[in-house]
Structures are given as C-alpha cells and as structure tokens.
C-alpha cells in the first residue's frame, strides 16, 4: 500500500522531507499570514519540511510562473500547478 496522501491534482504526498518556499512581492500584504499558515499545515504534513519565505522582485515573481504574490512551491512546484526549478525556470 503507498503512504501519503493524495494531494490538490491527485498526486500522491508523502512523508518524505519537502522543501517549500512562500514567494512574495515587496510589501505583499499577505505575506506573514500565508507563511505562518504553510508552516502551520506543513509541520502537521510534512513534518520536518523546510519551509522558506523570501522576498523576490517582479522579475523573479514572473519566472516563479507569475502565480501572483504570494506563491507557494513545494519542490519546486507551484501550488497552482506551475513546475519552476530551483533557478526559477519554468
């Protein structure tokens, strides 16, 4: 049987270590709040996922996929289903 959880689009999670990032745009004014609640889900998840917040420019926002501000990736992949990599191309 597969451990884990079946994710957003159907993909299997599981409990292997994730490193998840919160993008935001300068003066995002939801950016503390969506940090504190991907740290609050991941922790109860992912336990022992690393969980990342940086402020980026619009530029880097765009590369990201252009989700908009904030955007979370979990691996390197948006949320909302953009795959970025690490240097930030689609």
Excluded at 6 to 21: A, K, Q, V
Aim: charged share 25%; proline share 3%.
């Amino acid at each position: 049987m597969l451990s884990g959880t079946l994710g957003r689009h159907g993909r299997r999670m599981n409990r292997e270590t994730h490193r998840i990032e919160v993008l935001c745009l300068q003066g995002c004014p939801h950016a503390e709040e969506t940090t504190r609640l991907v740290r609050d889900v991941a922790s109860r998840l992912f336990p022992g996922a690393e969980v990342f917040s940086r402020t980026v420019s619009e530029a880097e926002m765009r590369e990201a996929g252009g989700a908009g501000s904030p955007t979370i990736l979990v691996d390197g992949r948006d949320i909302e289903g953009t795959v970025v990599s690490s240097s930030g191309d689609s």
